[in-house]
């Protein structure tokens, strides 16, 4: 596994401020040069690494590269001489540089085409030397200490509540997996079906406290005043994100039982008949775990329950390192073993582990949709790099938890001697999650 | 965590063969000389380590040492001086042996000392020095190789089909935690329904095949074949089992679709649509985790579903000396990280974990029940001192997932790729597993 060390900056195509999507010069008219055949060599060379997926390669001057064994299922354009030689230094990260800055274009499904991509590759990786598993290198995540992760979430989750209500639910506005009981649920059901879920497996009562440790735009809190009557203190370092929180809270008439606090969420105080985290465990870094699983310990009362609700993988592994640099800075899905080392730390007993995996392929599927629909409306408010970044995020997303390269663990605990326990998961299905007439 | 070296043998107490529950003399009834202050000042001193729980002490010569603060809710016998030294020399070895020699004895409930016990010295322990914690100590499990491990299950599964008879179900003698949907469930019910509730998270259906590691006696297969019309290749080493096994399957006219092989889980062979141990990897030791995996993985087919059912640990701990010793050589029960580890290593993803602790604590209760009103004929079968060993066991291990120190952990995973998942976990509870009439 990784050490958390400093990252150093790459070497290549990486002349951008580190979390900014801009880094590489747009994509030009200029004529370029013919492509020389050691090129074609190097681009056959590297589909091979790749596990030969079926990819055609059209170059800058219009010739073309078939896959090697099988009939090709989408084109990828290289638009000039200098991206091929980017991608070769360091695919991981350049293939989105190339792709946001417009130097490398895709013909087909962009979801299927990752998903193609991701699945190759590991299965050839299997069979790497060494030297090529560093060639296909990501990087260790930046830090996630109080002050870095203020910077962190600032660059992601402070990109504008106007942006982000472009494309997720209407309703509660979750940046988080959906639950889809039933496939052609919507995104607006499944987001609540979420939300009800979760109250669930907290086994929620009137009268209850909870602490939310990242709460994005406030939407889980809001749910479980209004269908719990509990009260819950609910913590972000987004501003944001907290203003649009207490402004529907206050507009809904929930604001008597929830609290927003503007603070990290090592900063929470007080104890609580449960404790809750939903997509903020991939933000938090491995070296804050240990802290993580004590500051669970002092805030849960003695017979509570906590949920955490994370990003994972399989197995340890460092985060895209596209995604961590230009999208999400200082992230680090955990692996399940990771995952359960902050219970073994806290001497907590696990109760319950569903992998939602295929939910959130199911739910950026959604978001990508409103997203492509709103795309013009994107570029108004940014820019075509800026867009195109963020569709291939979503895409490349969708197409991660696709090929199983990313789970979803909803991980449900409790202190060790704790014998309030349900006796089953029968109530958690009673009737359906999914609100009617939504 | 401990390193998986080879046990040194105790230097107090340990005069019978490793595995035997006979080690120390009877106790007699020769007047014993009177009791010394320094003993007294032991007795208090050993009781403020473990956390003055509520017992007093009843000596030798009937003098009575009460419990620091509370009123004593159990009394414990100590019936001569050597019984004394043997338990502050090594607690966790010698309580057992004594007990089970007769010559420590319990008034008031035993379950609920136990109970009471492991919960104070769990408490008590968080503030212990490092030498005491070497005082309570427990010994590193006796290898698990293919030749050990015949040993080891011999000890205790061979015992006797008639013995086992006596207390465990009588439908499908089960010697797993069972599934109490209802509180009022019998074992009966329990079992039966542990039985369905497993094969639903298998997601069994007609025509699959399925491969069991350590089948016991054969009732799980035979209730998959009933009732799910699959194939079945039960894997077992305890001679005695298996015999009952194919009997059991032959009089039901099953054995077209089950085969019980007596050989060790190690040699598997095949492709299967799920892979099953039930109660196994207790046995199974911790250096052979990633070749557990690694024939899972390849047991496995592309779309198959492998469900791990196993006692566990909040966090890695050795196994209570006297049972690893006395009653299961070679039990490691894995902590919830190392269970994980298992998944990890083979690239698997984990779809569901369940922890049924409580449903444990309540079975163990029903067994000791059916032991104890059976206590004459199972003395006659071996003799008291067995009696006398086996009901501290099964009140010990009642204790245990009472208290929190075991953990039953039912993890479901498949191959990492994998996209035939089911949608939700609503459909293990869309009727009961319980039977109706049972």
């Given at each position: 596994m990784?050490?958390?060390?400093?990252?150093?900056?790459?070497?290549?195509?990486?002349?951008a401020?580190?979390?900014?999507?801009?880094?590489?010069?747009?994509?030009?008219?200029?004529?370029?040069r013919?492509p020389?055949n050691?090129?074609?060599w190097?681009i056959?060379k590297?589909?091979?690494m790749?596990?030969s997926?079926?990819?055609?390669?059209r170059?800058?001057?219009?010739?073309?590269?078939?896959?090697?064994?099988?009939?090709p299922?989408?084109t990828l354009?290289?638009?000039?001489?200098?991206?091929?030689?980017a991608?070769?230094?360091n695919?991981?990260?350049?293939?989105?540089?190339l792709y946001?800055?417009g130097r490398?274009?895709i013909?087909?499904d962009?979801p299927?085409?990752?998903?193609?991509?991701?699945?190759?590759?590991?299965?050839?990786?299997?069979?790497?030397?060494?030297?090529?598993d560093?060639?296909?290198r990501n990087?260790?995540?930046?830090p996630?200490?109080?002050?870095?992760?203020?910077e962190?979430?600032?660059?992601?989750?402070?990109?504008g509540?106007?942006f982000?209500?472009l494309?997720l639910?209407?309703?509660e506005?979750?940046?988080?997996?959906?639950?889809?009981?039933?496939?052609?649920?919507?995104l607006?059901q499944?987001?609540?079906?979420?939300?009800?879920h979760?109250?669930?497996?907290?086994?929620?009562?009137?009268g209850m406290?909870?602490?939310?440790?990242?709460?994005g735009?406030?939407?889980l809190?809001?749910?479980m005043a209004?269908?719990?009557?509990?009260?819950?203190?609910?913590?972000?370092?987004?501003r944001?994100?907290?203003?649009?929180?207490?402004?529907?809270?206050?507009?809904?008439?929930?604001?008597?039982?929830?609290t927003?606090v503007?603070?990290d969420?090592?900063?929470?105080?007080g104890?609580?008949d449960?404790?809750?985290?939903?997509?903020?465990?991939e933000?938090v870094?491995?070296?804050?775990y240990?802290?993580?699983?004590?500051?669970i310990?002092?805030?849960l009362?003695?017979?509570?329950v906590?949920?955490l609700?994370?990003?994972?993988r399989?197995?340890?592994m460092?985060?895209?390192?596209?995604?961590?640099?230009?999208?999400?800075?200082?992230?680090y899905?955990?692996?399940?073993?990771e995952?359960?080392s902050?219970?073994?730390?806290?001497d907590?007993?696990?109760?319950?582990?569903?992998?939602?995996?295929?939910?959130?392929?199911q739910?950026l599927?959604?978001?990508?949709?409103?997203f492509?629909?709103?795309?013009?409306?994107?570029?108004?408010m940014y820019?075509?790099?800026f867009t195109?970044a963020?569709?291939?995020?979503?895409?490349?997303?969708?197409?991660?938890?696709?090929a199983?390269?990313?789970q979803?663990f909803q991980?449900?605990?409790?202190h060790?001697?704790?014998?309030?326990?349900?006796?089953?998961r029968?109530?958690?299905?009673?009737?359906?999650?999914?609100?009617e007439g939504v």
């Amino acid at each position: 596994m990784a050490q958390n060390t400093a990252h150093k900056p790459e070497a290549q195509g990486d002349d951008a401020p580190r979390g900014h999507v801009l880094s590489l010069p747009l994509a030009n008219d200029q004529p370029d040069r013919e492509p020389h055949n050691y090129e074609r060599w190097l681009i056959t060379k590297l589909m091979r690494m790749a596990g030969s997926p079926p990819i055609r390669f059209r170059l800058w001057n219009g010739d073309t590269i078939e896959p090697d064994n099988e009939e090709p299922q989408f084109t990828l354009h290289l638009n000039d001489h200098k991206a091929l030689y980017a991608l070769v230094a360091n695919p991981n990260l350049a293939f989105g540089d190339l792709y946001a800055a417009g130097r490398l274009d895709i013909e087909g499904d962009l979801p299927d085409l990752m998903e193609t991509l991701y699945r190759s590759v590991h299965a050839a990786r299997q069979r790497w030397p060494r030297w090529l598993d560093a060639l296909w290198r990501n990087h260790n995540p930046r830090p996630t200490g109080i002050s870095e992760a203020r910077e962190n979430i600032h660059h992601h989750y402070d990109l504008g509540n106007e942006f982000y209500g472009l494309w997720l639910d209407k309703a509660e506005r979750q940046y988080t997996c959906a639950y889809y009981e039933h496939p052609d649920n919507t995104l607006e059901q499944a987001q609540l079906a979420k939300l009800e879920h979760v109250c669930r497996k907290l086994r929620l009562k009137p009268g209850m406290t909870v602490v939310e440790a990242g709460c994005g735009w406030g939407g889980l809190a809001r749910y479980m005043a209004r269908n719990f009557q509990v009260k819950v203190h609910s913590y972000n370092i987004s501003r944001e994100q907290l203003a649009y929180a207490r402004d529907e809270a206050r507009k809904q008439g929930l604001d008597h039982l929830v609290t927003y606090v503007e603070d990290d969420y090592r900063n929470i105080e007080g104890q609580y008949d449960a404790f809750v985290s939903i997509g903020m465990l991939e933000h938090v870094g491995k070296d804050n775990y240990p802290a993580l699983s004590e500051l669970i310990k002092r805030s849960l009362k003695p017979n509570g329950v906590a949920l955490l609700h994370s990003i994972g993988r399989n197995r340890p592994m460092l985060m895209n390192a596209w995604i961590e640099k230009r999208i999400f800075p200082g992230a680090y899905p955990p692996s399940i073993g990771e995952c359960m080392s902050i219970c073994e730390h806290g001497d907590f007993s696990v109760l319950d582990v569903e992998n939602l995996r295929l939910h959130y392929a199911q739910t950026l599927t959604d978001w990508l949709d409103n997203f492509n629909a709103n795309q013009d409306a994107v570029t108004d408010m940014y820019d075509e790099h800026f867009t195109r970044a963020w569709r291939l995020y979503l895409a490349g997303s969708i197409a991660a938890f696709r090929a199983g390269s990313l789970q979803l663990f909803q991980v449900v605990f409790t202190h060790g001697d704790n014998n309030q326990l349900p006796r089953s998961r029968q109530d958690l299905y009673s009737f359906p999650a999914t609100p009617e007439g939504v």
